[in-house]
């Protein structure tokens, strides 16, 4: 890239060093140097995750550069949150067929929101040319010993989920056949575009996983598909899962736009959903509704932990044999 399209770019990433407009004090030295020089406070520990979003494979092509940033910091943080951990800095690094300055604007608008919503700064970044590619590093803190794991689950504990899992998965459908130029039926918008935001403005769900802290035995975000990701703490835990499938909150939106089986399957095995997925000890639950009250979104009671391993899926009572299987962003999507 010319010298000029560096310059372009700096103007709009140089601003969300300072996060709604406030400078953090643990930044000590941020964009403009070799590196950035940052100051972890006392008695905390470091918290570290990365996220690379592909063109064509975490987003449609021509997808509105507001919800590219938006995500490529929303994934990270929902990884944070995940941990229960407090989200401070961001490292950007981005590739970019060239360095067009209305995508940067609205790309830049879309991190910085969030950003600011969550008080994280921009320390640092990298650009370069090439195939649409968004990688966004977070890092964070939690008090020592506390992170919330995987591992830490034990047979009778029972598994929550926040939120409406699925309608991000249905959101992608829609606007995928957006893309591909279909015309929605009449009667669908206002379904339609909440799913169509699920996808493009998922809501990481920090303020829950800090209150989840001492309190939840094990959690994960699901970013590919509940039943998987459930699967997977259930494993890391030394345990197996029973999920009531009619348990599953479904919001109206998907079902009024999937039907009540198509709804099942995209809540269970559909991706992008970026809510939180925990087990508690029965003995838990009376201050489970203060972190919910924190959290500020709903949670369900999905299934319980078991000793047997593997995933069993209760139906009307009757047991369904399941086999989770990978979420694969855009393959299942038809
Ligand atoms: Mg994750």
Known sequence: MPV????????????????????????????????????????????????????????????APQSIGHRALAVNLSDLAAMGAEPAWALLALTLPAAEEAFLEAFAAGLGRLAAAHHVALVGGDTTA????????????????????????????????????????????????????GVAPPGEAAAGQALRERFLYPTPRVALGRALRGLASACIDVSDGLA????????????????????????????????????????????????????????????????????????????VLEQAPGVRLYRGGKIQPYVATGYDHFANSG
């Open 4 to 63: 000029g399209e560096f310059d372009l770019i700096d103007r709009y990433f140089r601003r969300l060093d300072r996060p709604g407009g406030h400078a953090r004090a643990d930044v000590l030295l941020g964009v403009g140097d070799d590196a950035a020089v940052l100051r972890v406070p006392a008695g905390q520990e470091l918290v570290a995750a990365i996220d690379t979003l592909v063109e064509g494979r975490h987003f449609l092509p021509g997808c």
């Open 130 to 181: 090439g195939p649409l590619t968004v990688s966004v590093q977070v890092l964070g803190f939690v008090p020592p010993g506390q992170a919330l794991r995987r591992a830490g689950g034990a047979p009778g504990d029972l598994l929550f989920v926040s939120g409406t899992p699925g309608d991000a998965a249905a959101g992608l459908q829609l606007e995928r056949r957006a893309a591909d130029g």
């Open 228 to 303: 998987g990701d459930a699967a997977k703490l259930a494993a890391a835990s030394g345990c197996g899962l029973r999920l009531e499938a009619d348990a599953l909150p479904l919001s109206p939106a998907l079902r009024a736009l999937a039907g009540p089986e198509r709804a099942l399957q995209l809540a269970l095995e559909g991706g992008d959903d970026y809510e939180l997925c925990f087990s508690l000890p029965p003995a838990q639950l009376p201050e489970l509704a203060v972190a919910a009250q924190a959290g500020g979104c709903p949670l369900t009671c999905i299934g």
